[in-house]
Structure formats: C-alpha cells, structure tokens
C-alpha cells in the first residue's frame, strides 16, 4: 500500500501562483507514476498532469499546459504541482494519485493509489 498526503491548496487571485505537494509513504520501494487530478463542483474528477517514475517524461491536459508544472524530488517520494496564471476555472479539490509502474495514464481507473485532495480556490 502507497498512501498519499497532499497540501498547498488556498485561495489565490486570479493571475497568481501556489504550489501543491504530495508526499508518498509506504510501500513505496517500487516503481510508480504520479499524476494530479481535480474535480470542479458538480463536474466529474478529470486528469491534470503526470509525471513517470524517473521525473524524466511529464504530460499535461490542455486546459493547463503552459501554466501548470510536475515534478517529483530526487527521492522519487513526491511530487509537486506548480501552478501559475492561476484562472477562477481552476478551482476545484486537487487529488493526487500513483500506480505502480514506471510509466503515467491520464484516466483515473489507471491509478491505485489516492489522496485525500485538496481544494483551490481562485477568485476574480
């Protein structure tokens, strides 16, 4: 078992910045990707970006390309999403997520590990 443990999340004007951690404890001597997911209020939860187990090969959903960041630490045990340009469209609870395995999904079935989320909030 992986368990995931996010934080970071606040409220932020519009154009501004905040940078969300997960931190991975556990089973965590193997392999696994991270990705970060959001669910806005009354939509369903939808993929945010990834990145593989080595940190070397990130992907983006389009609404965020450009703007958003993954990365992971040299320790491979977390993962932070920066997030820039921030939009009141932004808002919603930020989960984090892992499967095991070297290499990302973008659908949410693909991960076996979930955090507890954590809500952003961008006002106008």
């Given at each position: 078992?992986?368990?995931?443990?996010?934080?970071?999340?606040?409220l932020v004007q519009a154009?501004?910045?905040?940078?969300?951690?997960?931190?991975?404890?556990?089973?965590?001597s193997r392999n696994y990707?991270?990705?970060?997911?959001?669910?806005?209020?009354?939509?369903?939860?939808?993929?945010?970006?990834?990145?593989?187990?080595?940190?070397?090969?990130?992907?983006?959903?389009?609404?965020?390309?450009?703007?958003?960041?993954?990365?992971?630490?040299?320790?491979?045990?977390?993962?932070?999403?920066?997030?820039?340009?921030?939009?009141?469209?932004?808002?919603?609870?930020?989960?984090?997520?892992?499967?095991?395995?070297?290499?990302?999904?973008?659908?949410?079935?693909?991960?076996?590990?979930?955090?507890?989320?954590?809500?952003?909030?961008?006002?106008?």
């Open positions: 078992q992986v368990q995931l443990v996010e934080s970071g999340g606040g154009g501004g910045s905040l940078r969300l951690s997960c931190a991975a404890s556990g089973r965590t990707a991270m990705a970060w997911f959001r669910q806005a209020p009354g939509k369903e939860r939808e993929f945010v970006a990834a990145i593989t187990w080595t940190g070397g090969s990130t992907y983006y959903a389009d609404s965020v390309k450009g703007r958003f960041a993954i990365s992971r630490n040299s320790a491979k045990n977390t993962v932070f999403l920066q997030m820039n340009s921030l939009k009141p469209e932004d808002t919603a609870v930020y989960y984090c997520a892992a499967r095991d395995g070297s290499y990302y999904r973008t659908d949410e079935p693909g991960y076996d590990y979930w955090g507890q989320g954590t809500q952003v909030t961008g006002s106008s």
